[in-house]
């Protein structure tokens, strides 16, 4: 008789363990000494997280972190994450074994995939909770899955999810999300993703394609498939298509610029100030797909820090729309990737 249940690995990016400098700091530069995450050489990468990041990043960080930090939950991307977690495990039944892993941090995925070891498995799911694939997220944590299961006697078949930008039941989510606002009210939408240092773009590029052309990201085959850029788009044409939004009432950009070094444009920063001093905008809307459950990068960065700079710039309002979270929808979407 063939085992029948399926262990289920979720893994979001990590969060520390309390908004204190200590713990932060922690969090640093466990995240920014990934080779993957800051992809320079090892020892002037530890110089640069341990010596001038850390230090020096910590006490600010920290300071927003406790900005949205949950006196009983925590940290909000944490407790959203466990949140989605339980109710997938409870829209799959018996037949499958849910955990929730963080790349960095508690619970590690280490310590989670041990939670299958020893048990006879059908097979193990790893499905990280980043849409849109970047090495410096999903491609970190299917390097740490492989790293922790080469060390065991038994490793049961492996099934890892690559990416999902134009998930039905992610789009559908985003669509719900946005109906939830007067669209027509708003002079400019945008879609905000995280952004990379544009020298990972091309790294990961096996088929020599990226930059070829200001457009090269615009549309996905199969040339660009994996690239994060164009699973940007892809996200954000499907969401602008089940809204109706016509193709001059939106912008894709990228935020959480780090360095000084070239990173993916166009800046969500220099749009926002762009459609503030020179477009007249008033009102901006903004989604950020590239986020799972709202955190630091969407409540903080976003709903504050830009909403903060718009006004200064003369807009009146930036309204930030809700992630995916715990949306029924998006919890049956993350339960069918689990079945299919």
């Not at 892993?101 to 498995?121: C, D, I, T």
């Not at 078949?157 to 039905?168: A, K, L, M, W």
């Not at 830009?306 to 930030?320: I, N, Q, V």
């Amino acid at each position: 008789m063939q085992p029948t249940k399926t262990g289920i690995l979720l893994v979001n990016l990590g969060t520390p363990d309390s908004y204190r400098t200590p713990d932060v700091r922690k969090y640093l530069v466990e995240f920014l000494t990934d080779p993957r995450v800051i992809d320079i050489p090892a020892v002037p990468r530890q110089l640069l997280v341990r010596g001038i990041i850390g230090p020096f990043r910590a006490p600010k960080s920290a300071a927003t972190y406790k900005e949205i930090w949950d006196d009983e939950k925590g940290s909000p991307l944490f407790f959203i994450s466990q949140e989605l977690r339980d109710l997938v495990a409870e829209a799959l039944g018996d037949d499958f074994q849910v955990e929730l892993a963080m790349r960095y941090q508690k619970p590690s995925v280490e310590s989670v995939l041990n939670k299958f070891k020893g048990k006879v498995m059908k097979k193990i799911k790893v499905i990280p909770l980043f849409p849109q694939y970047a090495s410096a997220t999903t491609g970190s944590v299917h390097e740490e899955v492989m790293r922790v299961v080469s060390g065991w006697q038994t490793i049961p078949d492996i099934e890892f999810v690559n990416s999902y930008p134009e998930n039905p039941g992610m789009i559908e989510t985003f669509v719900e999300r946005g109906k939830a606002h007067d669209l027509d009210e708003y002079d400019h939408i945008l879609f905000s993703y995280h952004g990379l240092p544009a020298r990972q773009l091309v790294k990961a590029d096996e088929g020599n394609h990226c930059g070829q052309s200001k457009e090269c990201c615009f549309v996905r085959d199969e040339k660009n498939y994996y690239c994060y850029g164009a699973q940007c788009y892809s996200t954000t044409y499907a969401i602008a298509e089940g809204l109706g939004i016509p193709k001059d009432r939106y912008t894709v950009c990228f935020q959480s610029r780090l360095g000084k070094q070239p990173w993916k444009e166009p800046y969500t920063v220099e749009i926002i100030e762009d459609l503030a001093k020179n477009k007249g905008a008033k009102k901006l809307l903004v989604f950020c797909p590239a986020f799972t459950a709202d955190c630091l990068e969407t409540i903080f960065e976003i709903g504050d820090e830009y909403a903060e700079d718009f006004e200064k710039w003369g807009g009146e309002k930036l309204t930030l729309v809700e992630g995916l979270n715990t949306h029924p929808r998006w919890v049956q979407a993350v339960a069918d990737m689990c079945r299919n």
